[in-house]
């Protein structure tokens, strides 16, 4: 079963606005990390945040993490039409096998 | 730095073939994992390969099955295709072995099953 849960599976929103995805989880984990897939291509390793950090920003994103309700959200400030993708948070649990689980992802449509 | 490369970029087949896909990693990474991603399942690790040994391995039928070469290129090969087996491929280098946080993805491989 998926580790990741996105919401909302799909968010459509105007340009300069901001956009927040959620990414729920089950089990304890190591470090959780948000992904960017343009139209069916390969993923792109968006930011990285461990299980002992809150909060993370890496230029127009901001991602934070609650493990005691074992979620994590994505936030897109400024959006710009490049940022229509889909999104995916992706887990690596603690002290399991080093898999990596993903879940289904955000598709995220900017208006223009 | 070439980035990770991935052949063929589409393929059709039909059920009860077989294929195989090619994985070219970062020069230098040694750790190669692939993935499928269905609509319905979404990404699902398949197996990881080092050193030309396979340390990893999801939860797939045996159908599926890898193989690394001494130059860290991996190659994958699914027997007895059937309908289900669409998917869009991906495969991911790394470094070190086990390493998931600094995965670097190729382009993907779209399988169509008809």
């Known amino acids: 079963s998926q580790q990741g849960e996105e919401d909302p599976q799909a968010l459509s929103i105007q340009e300069g606005e901001n956009a927040t995805m959620n990414c729920s989880y089950k089990?304890?984990?190591?470090?959780l990390q948000w992904y960017r897939q343009n139209s069916g291509r390969g993923l792109v390793h968006l930011i990285l945040?461990?299980?002992?950090?809150r909060e993370k920003h890496s230029g127009r994103l901001r991602v934070t993490l609650d493990t005691s309700k074992k979620s994590s959200s994505l936030l897109i400030t400024a959006s710009r039409a490049a940022d229509t993708a889909s999104y995916f948070c992706?887990?690596?649990?603690?002290?399991?096998?080093?898999?990596?689980?993903f879940g289904k992802g955000t598709r995220l449509h900017i208006l223009p | 730095k070439a980035g990770v490369t991935q052949t063929p970029r589409y393929l059709i087949k039909t059920r009860g073939q077989q294929v195989t896909l090619s994985c070219s990693p970062i020069?230098?990474?040694?750790?190669v994992s692939w993935y499928q991603q269905t609509p319905g399942q979404g990404l699902q690790f398949l197996f990881e390969?080092?050193?030309?040994?396979?340390?990893n391995k999801g939860n797939f039928p045996g159908r599926f099955s890898g193989r690394q070469f001494s130059n860290s290129r991996s190659e994958m090969n699914v027997s007895t295709l059937e309908l289900g087996d669409s998917a869009l491929y991906l495969c991911?280098?790394?470094?070190?072995?086990?390493?998931?946080?600094?995965?670097?993805f190729g382009p993907g491989t779209r399988l169509l099953v008809l």
């Open positions: 991911a280098s790394s470094i070190l072995a086990g390493d998931k946080e600094t995965q670097y």
């Open positions: 089990t304890s984990i190591n470090n």
């Open positions: 945040i461990r299980s002992n950090e």
């Open positions: 992706a887990t690596v649990r603690l002290n399991r096998d080093d898999k990596i689980i």
């Open positions: 020069s230098g990474h040694r750790s």
């Open positions: 390969y080092f050193s030309e040994t396979q340390r």
